[in-house]
């Protein structure tokens, strides 16, 4: 819900193949603060500093240094660029709008109703930790843990190290036990035999080379050896 490019949502967030934290609305409020921190730092007042999410810092000190004047308004009067168009003039404007209807919903929408947020709490991985694993400790089913944890891919299986695992206050004891100890049940241990690849070995186990890999703390260009134990997912 907050726009972010690819190429800017991965300087504050988790954006790979399995995992779009872009789509999680905690994840990316969080990003979104962070990234008018630093437009506020860079640029000194919130008018420029909310105008930059959507021109970019560098436009909008380009602007700035244009017309010689920190004021948005003298900006949306006087500079000229290719870029410089209806969105980014009007794009403070619309945020004031929006927080005028925020504070003022009533007024704006009478008889709106608000649903109140679900009591979810967020739990950081460890370790890369299968969603079996999570799922069987939990009890959830898997259509409602992944709408509770929207970044995640719906055919996902192996959660990564460092996602903050979103649940229901009652099943934080629950994804700890999985996080601190993940059930002989969800994994199958495979001894590299001589001649072996990751994705021959992949193949054979109905797994992802990239969920072999997350699971083992593998990068894209590590190579496995022979009698090396890999920690497979089991289907």
């Known amino acids: 819900m907050w726009q972010f490019m690819r190429a800017t949502g991965k300087r504050f967030l988790r954006i790979e193949r399995h995992v779009d934290e872009r789509k999680d609305p905690l994840e990316s409020t969080r ?3 962070l990234f008018l921190k630093e437009n506020y730092q860079a ?3 919130w008018p420029l500093a909310i105008t930059a999410y959507n021109h970019g810092q560098e436009g909008v000190s380009r602007a ?6 920190e004021d948005l308004t003298e900006l949306i009067r ?4 290719r870029t410089w168009g209806f969105a980014s003039t009007n794009f403070y404007a619309e945020f004031l709008a929006a927080v005028e209807i925020a504070k003022n919903v009533e007024r704006h ?17 460890k370790k890369a930790t299968p969603l079996a694993a999570l799922l069987k400790s939990t009890g959830v089913p898997r259509q409602q843990f992944l709408e509770w944890n929207p970044a995640l891919h719906p055919a996902i299986s192996i959660v990564p190290q460092g996602y903050r695992v979103k649940v229901s206050a009652k099943k934080v004891g629950a994804v700890l ?17 001589r001649g072996e690849t990751l994705f021959q070995i992949a193949r054979r186990y109905e797994a992802s080379v990239e969920d072999i890999q997350q699971l083992n703390g593998l990068r894209k260009t590590h190579r496995i050896t022979v009698g090396q134990e890999l920690l497979i997912p089991a289907q």
């Open 31 to 33: 990003a979104a603060a």
């Open 177 to 193: 036990e999985a996080r601190n100890e993940t059930p002989d049940a969800a994994l199958i241990r495979h001894r590299v035999k």
């Open 64 to 69: 700035v240094a244009t017309v010689e004047s």
């Open 109 to 125: 929408f009478p008889g709106l109703q608000i649903e109140t947020p679900g009591p979810l709490e967020q739990i950081e991985l």
């Open 78 to 81: 006087n500079y000229e660029s």
């Open 43 to 45: 640029l000194g007042n």
